[in-house]
């Protein structure tokens, strides 16, 4: 069974900056890609950020284009989201998740496991 845990979240003025950790159970986290998604009260899940299995690749939503960066240590199993200059619209429960294959992908449903979310509240 794998575990995800996230961390880092909190409270942040708009233009702020906080960085996102999820750690990982188990001794195959380097063979599967990572993702981060959101969801807002009264939204759907919304894709943010994806890695593939090396760091090598990434991938990332329009909205946190230039502003997230996602990043992984395998010897530590945990993936990073660096979110910078940071909008009121980008409040929400964060949830890091894990892709059911090594490339990483923005495709909500190729996700089989994900944790119990971080809260992000960005004040204007």
């Known amino acids: 069974q794998v575990q995800l845990v996230e961390s880092g979240g909190g409270l942040v003025q708009a233009g702020g900056s906080l960085r996102l950790s999820c750690a990982a159970s188990?001794?195959?986290?380097?063979?599967?890609?990572m993702g981060w998604f959101r969801q807002a009260p009264g939204n759907e899940r919304e894709f943010v950020a994806a890695?593939?299995?090396?760091?090598?690749?990434?991938y990332y939503a329009d909205s946190v284009q230039g502003r997230f960066t996602i990043s992984r240590d395998n010897v530590r199993n945990t993936v990073y989201l660096q979110m910078n200059m940071l909008k009121p619209e980008d409040t929400a429960v964060y949830y890091c998740?894990?892709?059911?294959?090594?490339?990483?992908?923005?495709?909500?449903?190729?996700?089989?496991?994900w944790g119990q979310g971080t809260q992000v509240t960005v004040s204007s």
């Open positions: 998740e894990r892709d059911r294959g090594a490339a990483g992908t923005t495709i909500p449903q190729r996700y089989e496991y």
């Open positions: 890695i593939d299995w090396s760091g090598d690749s990434t």
């Open positions: 188990g001794r195959t986290f380097s063979r599967y890609g």
